[in-house]
């Protein structure tokens, strides 16, 4: 059974930093590419940031490019999104997600909240 449980999150005053962590159980990452996406209050899905299935190949949105890093730790089986300098607009509920063979999510985390604010 395919599961995705993120951590990490929490309060953290503009300018700081948090790492999310999304530990997979019931598959192997790495034949996978994987995804952050989020939910500020009030608005729709916004994609974060990708990384293929050989990890050596990363995305990332415009809003978070040089300010956020994704990564997995294969030995641990766990994707990881290290974020820096962040700022209220980051506020969301973030959440990791699997890429099936279609190019679709075909599993998703429960999420965990990030809240920004002084």
């Known amino acids: 059974q395919v599961q995705l449980v993120e951590s990490g999150g929490g309060l953290v005053r503009p300018g700081g930093s948090l790492r999310l962590s999304c530990a997979a159980s019931?598959?192997?990452?790495?034949?996978?590419?994987m995804s952050w996406v989020r939910q500020a209050p009030g608005k729709g899905l916004e994609w974060v940031s990708d990384?293929?299935?050989?990890?050596?190949?990363?995305m990332y949105a415009d809003a978070v490019k040089g300010r956020f890093t994704i990564s997995t730790d294969n030995a641990k089986n766990t994707l990881y999104l290290q974020m820096n300098s962040l700022k209220s607009e980051d506020t969301a509920v973030y959440f990791c997600?699997?890429?099936?063979?279609?190019?679709?999510?075909?599993?998703w985390g429960q999420g965990t909240q990030v809240t920004v604010s002084s």
């Open positions: 997600a699997k890429l099936g063979a279609a190019g679709a999510y075909d599993h």
């Open positions: 019931g598959f192997t990452l790495s034949p996978y590419g």
């Open positions: 990384i293929n299935s050989d990890g050596r190949s990363t």
